[in-house]
Structures are given as structure tokens and as C-alpha cells.
């Protein structure tokens, strides 16, 4: 069981934007960097978005990342049939037992 | 470009040892500087579980839920990363990523293996 919660599904039309939230609490995403990660069918997770807002090079601007609170959201701009994936968040949690947590993910459809 | 390649026996019975191994190619496994080396899990169809990491001074920190049945061990000479995870049931049949945390440049998780699969079942 995750201490971040996300919704298990999102979709949207080429084009349009979209938003995946992430929610948790103050001894994870209150305190602590968020990540999110892209993974595609069949493939390993790749880095999307690290220090909540952050893109690794190579990663197109259409991606953006943001935090508030102990809530965090990945928004995808001009959708793409290829950004049909799997997206997790995930951050450390010091509350009982220190471990880093990964969201349920939520797949997303690109109509 | 530094690349990570997991590999494991694929099957294990229940109630036996897993033993993955994972090495690096492209660049060092060193036991100084900003990296952390991690063990993730998926389960067909489900989401991502930490199982653990080494860190660099050589202690190791694990998921609390396999406190007591993994560890984590590197062999720097063989640039290779291992894991051992005791007394196995179904409920450990997962794909098995080895990870490289940076944590200077990126603080995260930025370079995946691409994940042995393994089946735990009589």
C-alpha cells in the first residue's frame, strides 16, 4: 500500500493538455523532492521529472512538474499518441519507517 | 553512457534464495561519489516497490516490508551489484530493476537496467 496516491487512469486527445496528480502527505511530498517517471509498455521507467519541477536533458518542455502542499501534479502539453504510458510520481517518506514510495501510477490514454 | 543489465535464474521455488545480479558497463561501480545503487520491483500489471539500496559508504538501508530477507552487497572489482532475497513466496514474482541514484546531478533515480524477470512457483 502507497502513502501516494494517483489516480489509475487519465486520458486526452492529441493536442490538449493533461494533468496527473499525486497525493501525500507532509512527511513525503511536504518535505521531501518529487519525481515522476514515464514508462512505456514493455520498458523501464525513465526519469521525467526530478526536484518537482526539474527536466533532465532530453526531456521535451512540453512536460512540467509542480508541487503544493503535500500534493504534486505532472502536466503533459500538446499530447502525443507516443505519450501513451504508465506515470508514477515517487518521493522519500520519514514518517515510521524512512523508504522511498512510489504512486499506484496512472495510465494514460491518448484518445 | 553508463548501462545497467540485470540477470537472475528466472524461476525459483517457494521458499528458496533469490540471487540477482546486475552489472555495470559504460562506466564505474564506485563506492565513493554521489551514487547510490538500488534494487526496484513490479509485479506484472502493478506499480513500483523500493526494495533497497547500497549506499556510498557501504551500509545498505532496505524497504522495512523485506527488512530481514534482502540484502544488497556490490563487488566493485566486477562492477556487479547483487541481491539476495530469502524464503521467497509467490508474492515476490516480479520484474527486478537495478537502479542508479544520483544523487548530485539529479538527486533520483536517472539510469534503469532493463529488469529481469523472475517467477516464484513449485
Known amino acids: 500500500q502507497s502513502v501516494l496516491t494517483q489516480a489509475p487512469s487519465a486520458s486526452g486527445t492529441p493536442g490538449q493538455r493533461v494533468t496527473i496528480s499525486c497525493f501525500g502527505a507532509r512527511s513525503n511530498i511536504g518535505r521531501y523532492n518529487v519525481l515522476w517517471f514515464q514508462q512505456l509498455p514493455g520498458a523501464a521507467p525513465k526519469l521525467l521529472i526530478y526536484s518537482d519541477n526539474q527536466r533532465p536533458s532530453g526531456v521535451p518542455d512540453r512536460f512540467s512538474g509542480s508541487k503544493s502542499g503535500s500534493s504534486a501534479y505532472l502536466a503533459i502539453s500538446d499530447l502525443q499518441s507516443g505519450d501513451e504510458a504508465d506515470y508514477y510520481c515517487?518521493?522519500?517518506?520519514?514518517?515510521?519507517?524512512?523508504?522511498?514510495?512510489f504512486g499506484g501510477g496512472t495510465k494514460l490514454t491518448v484518445l | 553512457q553508463v548501462q545497467l543489465q540485470e540477470s537472475g535464474p528466472g524461476l525459483v521455488r517457494p521458499s528458496q534464495t533469490l540471487s540477482l545480479t546486475c552489472v555495470v558497463s559504460g562506466g564505474p561501480l564506485v563506492m565513493t561519489g554521489p551514487y547510490y545503487w538500488n534494487w526496484i520491483r513490479q509485479p506484472a500489471g502493478k506499480g513500483l516497490e523500493w526494495i533497497g539500496r547500497?549506499?556510498?559508504?557501504?551500509?545498505?538501508k532496505y524497504n522495512p516490508s523485506l527488512e530481514g530477507r534482502v540484502t544488497i552487497s556490490v563487488d566493485t572489482s566486477r562492477k556487479q551489484l547483487s541481491l539476495r532475497l530469502t524464503s521467497v513466496t509467490a508474492a515476490d514474482t516480479a520484474v527486478y530493476y537495478c537502479?542508479?541514484?544520483?544523487?548530485?546531478?539529479?538527486?533520483?533515480?536517472?539510469?534503469w537496467g532493463h529488469g529481469t524477470t523472475v517467477t516464484v512457483s513449485s
Open positions: 515517487a518521493t522519500w517518506d520519514d514518517s515510521l519507517n524512512d523508504r522511498w514510495f
Open positions: 537502479v542508479r541514484y544520483d544523487g548530485r546531478s539529479y538527486d533520483a533515480f536517472d539510469i
Open positions: 547500497i549506499n556510498n559508504d557501504g551500509s545498505s
